[in-house]
């Protein structure tokens, strides 16, 4: 079943924060967390396991809730490289498919 | 380390031709393969899972026969489009993940390939 993204959309001026959710409705052993630029694949920024873990990336960081099933995703003093839609995709087991939320569009204006 | 590739990066094909693209593990053993479709502005939606030397399963709603999937090898697995339609033109994007390493928990994407159906 496909994670749930909040906010859809969000438009950022340089150096605002912004804050992505992901929720999931099943129980997770991992979130991952892209970013895709218009035309290009998805590029990595990170996975969090199971065991409540939050990680950081630069300005970019993310938390994970097993309990609520909900990963979050933080972007600090927002560059205008950070603008594209971001997917967090979610696994209910280690060897399971990794399905996609419906995306978030990050625009970063200067 | 652990990259894969995509080949073609995009192709343009008359309707009702068969398109082949390959998706390779460069650097590790990919155990099991993963094919994504995403529309214009859409999410990335999983046709099928591979495993190597085993059928593929694919999700509710992809017709197996239109999309062949072969993964013979532990480093390429082939999606065919038979009898490709304008409607299948889309963005294919595959995936693998392996046995060890970050490849055990991470899953690796192509760069894709964009089919165009005329």
């Known amino acids: 079943q496909q994670p749930v993204q909040s906010p859809q959309a969000v438009i950022l001026r340089e150096g605002e924060d912004a804050v992505i959710n992901c929720s999931s409705s099943?129980?997770?052993?991992?979130v991952h967390w892209y970013r895709q630029k218009h035309g290009e694949a998805p590029v990595f920024l990170m996975i969090?396991?199971?065991?409540?873990e939050q990680k950081g990336h630069e300005k970019i960081s993310a938390s994970f809730n097993e309990k609520k099933q909900q990963s979050s995703l933080y972007l600090t003093a927002s560059q205008l490289s950070y603008s594209g839609t971001y997917f967090c995709?979610?696994?209910?087991?280690?060897?399971?498919?990794?399905?996609f939320g419906q995306g978030t569009e990050l625009s970063v204006k200067p | 380390g652990a990259v894969v590739s995509q080949h073609p990066s995009w192709v343009i094909c008359k309707s009702g031709t068969s398109v082949k693209i390959e998706c390779r593990s460069l650097?590790?053993?990919?155990?099991?393969m993963f094919w994504y479709r995403q529309f214009p502005k859409q999410s990335l939606m999983l046709m099928a899972t591979?495993?190597?030397?085993?059928?593929?399963?694919?999700e509710q709603g992809v017709e197996k026969d239109k999309f062949l999937i072969n993964h013979a090898s532990l480093t390429l697995s082939t999606l065919t489009v038979t009898s490709a339609h304008p409607e299948d033109s889309s963005f294919y994007i595959c995936?693998?993940?392996?046995?060890?390493?970050?490849?055990?928990?991470?899953?690796?994407f192509g760069p894709g390939t964009r089919l165009t159906v005329l």
């Open positions: 995936s693998a993940t392996g046995t060890s390493g970050r490849s055990y928990n991470e899953q690796f």
């Open positions: 099943k129980a997770l052993y991992s």
């Open positions: 969090l396991l199971k065991g409540g």
């Open positions: 995709g979610v696994k209910g087991s280690q060897g399971g498919k990794l399905i």
């Open positions: 650097d590790f053993q990919a155990t099991t």
């Open positions: 591979s495993n190597e030397g085993s059928k593929a399963t694919y």
